[in-house]
């Protein structure tokens, strides 16, 4: 139960935090795992990470909001595996303030990275996954995106968007057993969160029925269950895992 043994996954943002924790986790499962993101010296020690508890990684550097280097980076992954089964969207940034002061260059910067990067990587995942007539597509969204948040339009619009393009993927690639899920975590501890005044973090807590900030690892174990063969009657679904803090 729950082997990825075979499988061949991309993971973008995997440079830190849930990304990485997700490379690991899938890795550990027994896929090969390709690591994107932009920082060459995080990826290629994690690559060695992988590889030195016995598993396969190939680290490949690129920007998912740029579609020259998204292509590129597809073409060194498919040159060397010849297949892709499972595609995590999981990189992106923030760029956070009040609406009203939100500079232009913000909100593309956030669109285009979280929302068209995802879209470019499914663009180009998609031609495999169809091939082979099977795949696995699971888009990092967030509990924000479900229930909104002051200081954070141009994320929270991303990541509503993603959940709109995971439903919208979801149904178009159905008939080739393609699967297309969101994750949408809560507040979790990652090198995202970790400039967040304490007394924030204590404010936040005091929101989520568990009481605590989630690991990147219970993250990662959600996404590696929706990636299994298991998974495979789950489509178009977003798996909150938030501690409680948002139900339905
Ligand atoms: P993080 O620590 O800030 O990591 C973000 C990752 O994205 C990094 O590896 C970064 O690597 C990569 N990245 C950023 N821009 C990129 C680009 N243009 N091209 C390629 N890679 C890029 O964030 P995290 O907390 O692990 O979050 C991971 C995912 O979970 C995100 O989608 C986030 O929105 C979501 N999420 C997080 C939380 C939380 O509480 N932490 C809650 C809900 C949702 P490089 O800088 O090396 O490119």
């Not at 440079?15 to 060459?40: D, F, K, M, P």
């Not at 993250?219 to 798996?239: K, R």
Request: with cysteine; charged share 20%; net charge positive.
């Amino acid at each position: 139960m729950f082997t990825l043994k075979g499988k061949i996954a991309l993971v973008t943002g995997a440079s830190q935090g849930i990304g990485r924790a997700t490379s690991l986790a899938l890795a550990e499962a027994g896929a090969t795992v390709a690591v994107a993101a932009r920082n060459r010296e995080k990826l290629a020690s994690l690559a060695a990470e992988i590889e030195a508890a016995g598993g396969a990684s190939l680290a490949v550097a690129m920007d998912v909001a740029d579609a020259a280097q998204v292509k590129d980076g597809f073409q060194l992954i498919l040159g060397k595996f010849q297949r892709l089964d499972i595609l995590v969207n999981n990189a992106a940034i923030t760029r956070d303030t009040l609406a009203l002061r939100m500079k232009l260059e913000d909100w593309d910067a956030v669109l285009r990275t979280n929302l068209t990067g995802a879209h470019l990587c499914t663009q180009q995942a998609l031609a495999p996954m169809l091939k082979q007539r099977s795949g696995r597509i699971i888009n990092v969204t967030s509990v924000v995106a479900q229930t909104g948040n002051a200081g954070q339009a141009n994320y929270v619009a991303s990541k509503a968007g993603l959940i709109g393009l995971t439903r919208a993927i979801a149904t178009e690639v159905a008939s080739r057993s393609i699967t297309v899920n969101a994750v949408a975590p809560g507040f979790v501890e990652t090198p995202m969160t970790e400039p967040l005044p304490q007394a924030l973090k204590d404010k936040l807590k005091s929101l989520i029925p568990l009481g605590r900030f989630g690991q990147d690892r219970e993250i990662a174990m959600a996404i590696v269950f929706l990636a299994s063969d298991e998974a495979a009657y789950i489509t178009g679904q977003v798996l909150g895992v938030n501690g409680g803090m948002h139900m339905g």
